[in-house]
C-alpha cells in the first residue's frame, strides 16, 4: 500500500513529527510512564513550550 508523501500545511517532511512523536510514546511505555506525563516532564525543561 503505499501512502503519498507530500507537503501538507508544512515546508518539511511532516511524517518526521509522527515518528518522533511514536519514538517518545516508546519511551514512555518502555519507562512504564503515561505517554501525557512523560511529555509533560520533558517540557517542563523548555517552559516556553508549555501551553498556559
Known sequence: MAIPTN???SVGHSQ?????EGFIDELALAGRKDPVE?????LAKQ???LVR
Open 16 to 20: 518526521n513529527t509522527f515518528f518522533a
Open 7 to 9: 507537503y501538507r500545511r
Open 38 to 42: 512523560f511529555r509533560r516532564r520533558l
Open 47 to 49: 517552559p516556553l513550550n
